[in-house]
């Protein structure tokens, strides 16, 4: 027995219900961008946000003021840190209430 003999219409039918799976979901992508077509030339490029006014936040920072900003808050960080450095080698003269005040007589 041969492959083409036993071949059957059972096994063409697939092939039949794929393709017209694959064209409906074509078609159903031709609708739905369609639709998002419509949707974006309702919005105007220069239009304003949704955002109530005096809402609207400020253009983003380029990449090169947000080195700097990091930069500056690395330094800032550095500067408090030596000054808790230098807090901490310092000798502690506040008085905690274990030891009596001497009174220097």
Known sequence: MSVAASSTASQVYPGLA???LV????LA???LFRSLNKQL???APGQPSS???G???PPRPGLAAYRTMQA?????GAEAGAEQASAEN???TTNTGDQPESTGR
């Open 55 to 57: 809402r609207s936040r």
């Open 51 to 53: 955002a109530p006014p």
């Open 41 to 43: 030339h309702k919005i």
């Open 29 to 31: 992508l031709f609708f």
């Open 23 to 26: 064209a409906g979901m074509g």
């Open 90 to 92: 310092q000798p502690d």
């Open 18 to 20: 794929g393709f017209l």
């Open 72 to 76: 500056g808050a690395r330094q800032a």
